[in-house]
């Protein structure tokens, strides 16, 4: 068992005495406090509920969107005001409508304004309203540039020695300096709690008793902030690729705050997971390009990590472009497959290309054109990183020396080689972030009794993103949820099962759960075609 895995069990088994003796030793577990001696949270503190005036929109047919008016600051709910994106995706059979679900893709930093229709029978019977949180897309942002080329590296890659380490660090510093001279005051105020009071608004904007909501990744942790501070508005409320809510603000143990967020969240370990899923998968399918029969696969893939390591690699991607392959880039891409079993084809044949070329006499062949993996960013996120690292600066603890983060990213490492860094240094702006975490910012209880069950859905065979156990973990963290596993890996099972779609559609048009314990399995396999 890894140090990190080894860390893992142990969180769980402090959180199961917590959960039978209803009590937590001050010198064994530093979490939030139990919901019955909490104090009261800031909520909408008396602001106004914003007046939404739909109009045809470009989002796709049949959208509709508005723009929405809300608080800068719900300290000051009569002061500045910033405005939403907001778009409606209504229902088809309005007849028969049944009421609104609210929308988030995760990120933190994704467009949500214009939401999917979820299942088909979702998209029948409800309006699905999305939005662009504070600061992303449509909505009234920032940038920390003050010209082009002059703020975060926008490629997510990571360093592997010190002089890389060093060059990270600085780069990193004057881009945060940049976000305290330019961005302005929004900067401070995009927290994932400042995001639940808009959410509140907005549903009291259309005319909802109680928040209909399904968030993915990212988004699984604004419905568990709001679910904890708006309890009894709580309707349906299904949260998929969860984020375990006390690792991504304080971490369980005392001093939590000294260990980076994303080193905290354990993304590497369930990447490590998804990525045995695949190759074990690869190893039985004659479809997988990567498949070797009789040859360790792990084997193989770590000793292509090591030439590339070494010597990286050239190849010509469908589109023309040529692409130089580092070892950043191939963990980067490997990462962003595996957030899919169905991308496993495509993963299949990258990897082993990338075998080839790196093999020796490899270089010598002309660049062949290789289908390439999407490049990931994190959570998902499709803005620019600083709309990403404010919120999680304002939401998490972190160090603020920012050479905390090599260190943890080698232990990191050591639970899924490179995948740990990569993951780690996603939050390395925190550590001179200007102002530190936002004091409205929501940090626990996280069992605060809801008017209804939230719905909890996780992948079991390894999720990249947010491992199988924090879904595990968060189930037994809020006051009444109910687990529901997708026996495959990947990020998110909305859309991958008839099973976990048509639990969705029980439970948001009937308010049924599956039983406990439910375990679905995915439409797919990883290598078949996709429809």
């Known amino acids: 068992m890894s140090s990190r895995i080894a860390a893992s069990a142990r969180g769980s088994a402090i959180l199961a005495a917590v959960l039978v003796t209803g009590s937590l030793t001050p010198t064994a577990v530093a979490g939030p406090p139990a919901a019955d001696s909490a104090p009261a949270p800031l909520r909408t503190n008396g602001a106004a509920v914003p007046a939404l005036d739909w109009t045809p929109c470009a989002g796709g047919p049949g959208y509709e969107c508005s723009t929405a008016e809300v608080p800068l600051s719900y300290r000051d709910p009569a002061?500045?005001?910033?405005?939403?994106?907001?778009?409606?995706?209504?229902?088809?059979?309005?007849?028969?409508?049944?009421?609104?679900?609210?929308?988030?893709?995760?990120?933190?930093?994704?467009?949500?304004?214009?939401?999917?229709?979820?299942?088909?029978?979702?998209?029948?019977?409800?309006?699905?309203?999305?939005?662009?949180?504070?600061?992303?897309?449509?909505?009234?942002?920032?940038?920390?540039?003050?010209?082009?080329?002059d703020g975060f590296d926008p490629t997510d890659s990571f360093p592997v020695h010190a002089a890389q380490e060093r060059m990270q660090i600085e780069d990193t510093a004057h881009a945060v300096e940049q976000c305290a001279r330019n961005a302005g005051p929004l900067l401070r105020h995009t927290s994932t709690a400042n995001v639940a009071r808009d959410l509140d608004l907005l549903r009291e904007a259309v005319g909802e008793d109680r928040l209909d909501y399904y968030g993915l990744s990212y988004g699984s942790h604004l419905g568990t902030v709001y679910a904890n501070l708006f309890p009894e508005r709580v309707g349906a409320v299904a949260i998929d690729g969860v984020v375990d809510p006390i690792e991504w603000t304080t971490g369980y143990l005392p001093g939590g705050a000294a260990e980076p967020m994303t080193y905290r969240t354990?993304?590497?370990?369930?990447?490590?997971?998804?990525?045995?899923?695949?190759?074990?998968?690869?190893?039985?399918?004659?479809?997988?390009?990567?498949?070797?029969?009789?040859?360790?696969?792990?084997?193989?893939?770590?000793?292509?990590?090591?030439?590339?390591?070494?010597?990286?690699?050239?190849i010509t991607r469908p589109d023309g472009s040529s692409m130089e392959v580092t070892y950043q880039a191939a963990v980067i891409r490997t990462a962003s497959a595996l957030k899919g079993a169905w991308a496993s084809t495509v993963l299949g044949e990258f990897l082993q290309q990338l075998h080839e070329l790196s093999s020796p006499g490899g270089s010598a062949r002309p660049a062949p054109v290789v289908p390439v993996p999407p490049a990931s960013r994190g959570w998902g996120t499709s803005m620019g990183v600083e709309q990403r690292l404010s919120v999680m600066c304002n939401d998490g603890g972190n160090p603020r020396d920012p050479w905390a983060w090599p260190d943890h990213a080698r232990r990191a490492d050591e639970d899924g080689r490179g995948f740990g860094s990569y993951w780690t240094y996603l939050s390395l702006g925190c550590a001179t972030w200007p102002g530190g975490p936002d004091p409205d910012r929501y940090t626990g209880p996280w069992d605060r009794e809801t008017a209804g069950p939230v719905l909890v859905i996780g992948n079991r065979r390894g999720d990249p993103a947010t491992p199988y156990d924090d879904a595990v973990t968060t189930s037994e963290l809020l006051a009444d949820a109910r687990l529901l596993t997708l026996d495959t890996f990947g990020h998110g099972a909305r859309g991958e099962s008839a099973c976990i779609d048509e639990a969705l559609n029980a439970y948001f048009s009937d308010g049924a759960l599956p039983p406990e314990g439910a375990v679905c399995e995915p439409d797919r396999g990883p290598f078949d075609p996709v429809p």
């Open 79 to 149: 002061g500045p005001q910033i405005r939403l994106a907001v778009g409606k995706l209504p229902a088809a059979d309005q007849e028969h409508k049944l009421g609104t679900i609210f929308y988030n893709p995760g990120g933190p930093g994704d467009s949500g304004k214009f939401a999917p229709e979820l299942t088909p029978e979702l998209h029948r019977r409800f309006d699905i309203v999305g939005f662009d949180p504070r600061g992303v897309a449509e909505s009234d942002g920032f940038s920390c540039s003050s010209e082009p080329g």
């Open 266 to 314: 354990g993304a590497a370990g369930g990447a490590e997971q998804a990525l045995h899923a695949f190759l074990d998968a690869c190893a039985t399918d004659e479809r997988c390009a990567f498949r070797e029969p009789g040859t360790d696969l792990l084997g193989k893939y770590d000793a292509l990590l090591d030439r590339l390591s070494v010597r990286p690699v050239t």
